[in-house]
């Protein structure tokens, strides 16, 4: 499989302007730099999740009761609330207490996994990592032209109608949701425009530096 790497856009006016798409009165958006790498035929990413597990919800993680991590993922052009593709990911760890190994559950593009692991820090890697996940097809991704990426990530989602909802998505197998729409993929309005009070433990709003395909 071939794989290359995205350019990235340096420039601050650039920057500022793609924010000016989302919510740019919120002082809860995440700006984080991320990688980007074209393999075979979809775009990746790779990134950790930092500051969504404080100490105490990183302390629950030894409990037995199982904490789940939602995120949505939208690939949007520069200056448009429209996006291009979505994705979504379910994550959820749960402490053996009689084997005491850590569970994690990872559903994903490509269906469902599940790794057993023996320390905590190992099973919040697993939560809050993601290691060249598919998140758009090339083929919607027009060489020269700016994207960004946005992320929402939601710990411990309590709302049923949400946690139903990604049951449904996830069940629909392999496709990984890169080309299909629905409520989720028209959610991104109403998360980074419209933003609404989630039901969660904890929600973070990212959003990655600019990017472009170059020219081979």
């Given at each position: 499989m071939s794989t290359r790497a995205i350019a990235i856009t340096g420039a601050v006016a650039l920057a500022a302007t793609t924010a000016l798409a989302l919510a740019d009165d919120d002082d809860k958006l995440i700006l984080e730099r991320m990688q980007f790498v074209e393999r075979g035929a979809v775009l990746t990413v790779s990134t950790r999740i930092k500051a969504l597990f404080d100490s105490s919800t990183f302390q629950a993680l030894d409990t037995g009761i199982p904490s789940t991590v939602v995120l949505r993922l939208w690939v949007y052009p520069q200056g448009s609330t429209d996006p291009i593709s979505f994705q979504l990911v379910q994550r959820t760890a749960t402490y053996d207490l009689w084997d005491e190994v850590y569970l994690v559950s990872l559903e994903e593009p490509g269906g469902r996994r599940t790794k057993r692991v023996k320390y905590r820090a190992e099973a919040l890697k697993l939560l809050t990592e993601l290691d060249a996940m598919p998140v758009a097809l090339l083929t919607v991704l027009p060489v020269d032209k700016v994207f960004a990426l946005a992320m929402t990530v939601e710990l411990n989602p309590v709302s049923k109608e949400t946690?139903?909802?990604?049951?449904?998505?996830?069940?629909?197998?392999?496709?990984?949701?890169?080309?299909?729409?629905?409520?989720?993929?028209?959610?991104?309005?109403s998360v980074f425009v419209n933003p609404k009070i989630p039901e969660a433990d904890r929600v973070l709003k990212i959003r990655s530096q600019p990017f472009y395909r170059p020219r081979p």
């Open positions: 946690l139903a909802e990604v049951r449904r998505w996830l069940s629909q197998g392999q496709g990984g949701g890169l080309d299909r729409g629905g409520s989720f993929f028209g959610s991104f309005v």
